[in-house]
């Protein structure tokens, strides 16, 4: 048969690749006999061995006539009946010369041997190790036999790998191979030939001490682990390495091959955007990397200007690549979804650069090293735009390190950057500044100046793609008599987005993205576009999607290398608004009704159940709300400790904001209220009081629409907290009066103590300190019927800070006393920190300040642990009193401004008395 269509590759996992499109063969052991065949390609394969190969050493009864159906597999897979020929005494791979990459790494290893040019040698050498993809037969380990022949296939890596190294010093590429030298080292430990040549080229890139080290780190591990000395050979090198011996200097350049010395220079680049603006950061990035050669991987969302930065940039840098210019579309995202196979390209390239067409190579591995060969020593620059993976990428990279391959993607070609030392340059929205000026490029100074704000809104509703504002940017140039705000005024969707092409249609360019994604990641996609946060983190991702935490990794994964989704910090993912829209409408249109509630309800069960934990960690004696499992499909985070817990609600508090209407309006009012209640504590802590209002607001209502009577109470009660923390009095007794109600009504003893004591809390600021401590007094006697200690200890404390406003400081004492026992037998830090605040209190006003600085000093350090930043700024202006009292002005400077840094923070009126406080006391002599 032809074989020249079809090709096997082994030096990796095993694959099947015809016209360019890989082929998947499923089942190891299929796999495990065409890896046999294809080793000994051209040669009959008995049967036994085959069986043997699939089955080791217990075939079952029917293995003959199974290998029967893994042959007629294979041929469906190779693409042609007579692809594997039956022949006595079993088959016979028949897929032609060079269809395997064994037989083209061999033959190319061949062809470095027997050449006489250095620079040709190098050229073969790097095309026959650019064939090895990682651990050859990697998908079909553990077969004895095959095992073996990985083995072989390894030691062939190692030897083409030193070959290609000793090729490379000879033409003078010592400083560039000094990282994968020391790769190679760290792999090879006792390898005395690959030690030898690190010392060569650290040596001769200037290095000498380091390539001396690099002699002795061998020596002490060769002697540590086998007893053994280096070899004369290698002790000899050390010696000329100290000595500076002329014979180990690096060699002459090689001569330039002359592949067709009557060529034009090539000069392919597409004309440069006329319009193009910013990029500054980007452009100075790619500039430093001009001199380095090697491989630039410029990645970005669909739209953002990829293709327009590079052209951009490389007609800039045209002068610094004398021998010229090579570009190429691959059309990795066309719409047609046909991308451009290496082959034609490279091509293209050798066209280019005059090799004529009696030259030119059938074999698509062969026109790699001549294309390798007909680039070396120049100074070309070689733009491969659009590519879908690293495998349509790899075959067209120079190799030679004058020249620098700039590779634009939607996937950030992570192997590219892993395996060829590729440099990323990941390419963000423009910048508002940046967006503002491309429209004025495009529209021109006067318009835009005659409505700025319209303009900036633009900007905003394309969320600064390049691509949407160049859309807009044409409706408004040939629609001159439109005013930009009109014209804003139409930016409502997608639909708005249409240039008059697939090419500039926003939905179009975002959907040649999306059919590069597996169904499960294009799922995701979708199902994103549900949540309601800025980001979100992998876990709820997880739940979201109703997968295992490493499924939704590796779909996260996949989602980042598209460019559809950014991990803008470590573990929390978002995308922008354009893609956002176009995942809306993805959902509404594809996923279900059914499915996509289930995915709200997933994420709502995961924050609840996730706040609801961290809460518990900060506060573990007030849980009042018992919570359902979560649903199938959800994994909610446990965070545990409170540094732990505090973390995780700060990280989410936006999330959880948003997640609180989500639910509302989703019809999951039982989560809405839920919800509220769990992030109280925190949100009160923090000081965020008008969250806290607005998400109890939110909680109210969803409670009362389903009539859950007990989501009604807590919701009142928490209003009834932030109207008093917001100085609300009224609103704050009239909900908290409801809440009572509520509690009574339904028998929750709990709910009535904890409403009392928040009564008494609210008295309390509006200074009617008798009815306070009678509240605390009532919620006292709840909290005991109840047997809740934790509560008890909370309100004894109440009561004894209660007892000192009203000038009963020896009985405050003893309450406090009494509550700080209770408090640290239950291990509440909370309480325990409020109790040490109060006894200061009582000591600070019968005149023991130093006693009171104790105190004080105590409950800072539990605010710290708790992070209830409010108290810990009421207890540093507690501590300045203290000690101005003691005359220590210095020490009250420093407490005061701590809390009017915290209040300031926070917003709260309270700073402008701190503020005064230290007026005066600044007006006051320093001592």
């Known amino acids: 048969m032809d074989g020249a269509g079809v090709r096997i590759r082994l030096l990796g996992p095993v694959e099947v690749v015809v016209a360019d499109r890989p082929q998947a063969v499923n089942g190891v052991r299929r796999r495990a006999v065409l890896a046999t065949l294809a080793l000994r390609a051209g040669r009959v394969v008995s049967v036994d061995r085959l069986v043997e190969v699939a089955w080791g050493g217990q075939p079952p009864a029917t293995a003959a006539t199974t290998l029967q159906r893994h042959v007629s597999y294979l041929r469906a897979v190779l693409g042609d009946p007579g692809s594997i020929v039956a022949r006595r005494p079993g088959y016979l791979l028949d897929t032609g010369p060079g269809s395997t990459d064994v037989q083209v790494a061999e033959h190319l290893l061949d062809l470095a041997r027997r050449s006489a040019d250095r620079t040709e040698r190098v050229a073969h050498l790097t095309a026959a190790v650019t064939l090895w993809r990682g651990p050859p037969l990697a998908d079909v380990s553990g077969v004895g036999w095959l095992e073996e022949q990985a083995e072989y296939l390894g030691r062939l890596r190692l030897e083409a790998e030193r070959a290609l190294v000793e ?152 002068g610094r690549f004398p021998d010229g210019q090579l570009y190429a579309n691959l059309r990795g995202f066309d719409p047609a979804a046909t991308p451009t196979a290496p082959a034609r390209v490279l091509h293209g390239f050798l066209e280019a650069l005059g090799v004529p067409p009696a030259r030119m190579p059938g074999e698509p591995d062969l026109m790699v090293s001549l294309y390798r060969t007909a680039v070396a020593g120049k100074r070309l620059l070689v733009v491969l735009d659009n590519a879908r993976d690293a495998e349509q990428v790899r075959p067209l990279l120079p190799g030679s390190p004058g020249c620098l391959a700039v590779v634009t993607s939607r996937d950030q070609l992570v192997p590219l950057v892993v395996t060829e030392s590729a440099q990323p340059v990941n390419l963000d929205l423009l910048s508002p500044g940046e967006a503002r000026e491309m429209l004025v490029r495009r529209l021109g100074a006067s318009q835009v100046a005659a409505e700025p704000a319209a303009a900036d809104d633009i900007a905003v509703r394309c969320a600064r793609l390049p691509l949407a504002l160049a859309v807009v940017a044409s409706r408004a140039v040939t629609n001159r008599h439109f005013s930009l705000a009109a014209i804003a005024g139409e930016l409502g969707d997608l639909d708005a987005f249409h240039g008059g092409d697939e090419l500039t249609d926003v939905r179009a360019v975002l959907s040649w993205s999306c059919r590069t994604l597996s169904q499960p990641a294009a799922r995701l996609f979708r199902l994103l576009s549900l949540h309601p946060g800025p980001d979100v983190s992998a876990p709820a991702v997880a739940s979201l999607a109703g997968v295992g935490r490493r499924t939704s990794g590796l779909l996260l994964a996949e989602l980042t290398r598209a460019n559809l989704f950014t991990e803008h910090t470590h573990g929390r993912f978002a995308f922008h608004d354009l893609l956002r829209a176009y995942a809306t409408d993805l959902a509404d249109t594809t996923e279900p009704a059914a499915d996509r509630r289930d995915a709200v309800r997933r994420l709502l069960d995961h924050y609840l159940h996730a706040t609801h934990a961290a809460d518990l960690a900060l506060h573990p004696h007030f849980s009042e709300i018992g919570l359902a499992p979560p649903g199938a499909g959800v994994t909610p985070e446990r965070p545990t400790g409170k540094a732990a817990a505090t973390a995780w609600l700060t990280a989410e508090l936006p999330a959880l904001l948003a997640a609180v209407p989500l639910a509302a309006r989703s019809g999951f009012e039982g989560h809405a209220w839920r919800l509220a209640w769990a992030m109280a504590g925190f949100l009160h802590r923090q000081g965020h009081w008008q969250d806290w209002l607005g998400t109890q607001q939110i909680a109210l209502a969803a409670a009362s629409r389903i009539g859950d009577r007990a989501g009604q109470g807590h919701a009142h009660r928490s209003l009834g907290l932030a109207c008093s923390r917001l100085r ?188 005064a406080d230290l007026e005066q006391l600044d007006a006051a002599p320093r001592r």
Request: proline fraction near 4%; hydrophobic fraction near 40%.
């Open 167 to 318: 090729a490379r010093l000879s033409v003078g590429e010592h400083a560039r191979l000094v990282p994968g030298l020391e790769r190679l080292v760290r792999q090879h430990p006792f390898d005395e030939h690959l030690h030898a040549q690190l010392m060569l080229a650290l040596y001769r890139d200037g290095r000498q001490g380091e390539a001396v080290a690099t002699y002795r780190r061998l020596r002490d591990t060769l002697r540590e682990n086998l007893g053994m000395d280096p070899s004369p050979r290698l002790r000899d090198l050390e010696c000329a390495v100290l000595r500076q011996d002329p014979a180990i200097a690096a060699p002459a350049p090689a001569p330039t091959p002359a592949v067709a010395p009557a060529a034009p220079v090539a000069a392919q680049l597409p004309p440069a955007l006329p319009t193009f603006t910013g990029r500054d950061a980007e452009i100075a990035a790619l500039d430093a990397l001009a001199g380095r050669g090697g491989a630039v991987v410029v990645s970005g969302t669909a739209g953002v200007g990829k293709t327009a930065l590079v052209v951009h940039w490389a007609h800039r840098a045209a």
């Open 728 to 915: 609300r009095y009224d609103e704050a007794d009239d909900h908290l009066g409801r809440a009572l109600d509520l509690f009574t009504d339904i028998g929750d003893d709990a709910g009535r103590a904890h409403t009392c004591l928040n009564l008494g809390q609210l008295a309390e600021r509006q200074e009617r300190y008798p009815q306070a401590l009678d509240h605390s007094r009532r919620a006292l006697t709840l909290f005991g019927a109840a047997g809740n200690r934790a509560g008890r200890g909370y309100t004894l404390n109440a009561i004894g800070w209660q007892e000192t406003l009203l000038g009963d400081h020896h009985r405050a004492l003893e309450s406090c006393g009494e509550a700080l026992r209770i408090l640290r037998e239950v291990d509440d830090v909370q309480g325990e920190a409020d109790t040490w605040d109060s006894l200061g209190h009582a000591h600070q006003q019968l005149g023991d300040d130093r006693r009171a600085i104790a105190c004080y000093e105590h409950a800072l350090e539990l605010f710290a642990q708790v992070h209830d930043r409010y108290a810990e700024a009421g207890t540093y202006v507690k501590l300045g009193g203290s000690h101005r009292a003691l005359a220590d002005l210095g020490a009250a400077r420093t407490a005061w401004r701590r809390a009017l840094r915290i209040l300031d923070e926070l917003g709260d009126a309270g700073a402008d008395a701190i503020r």
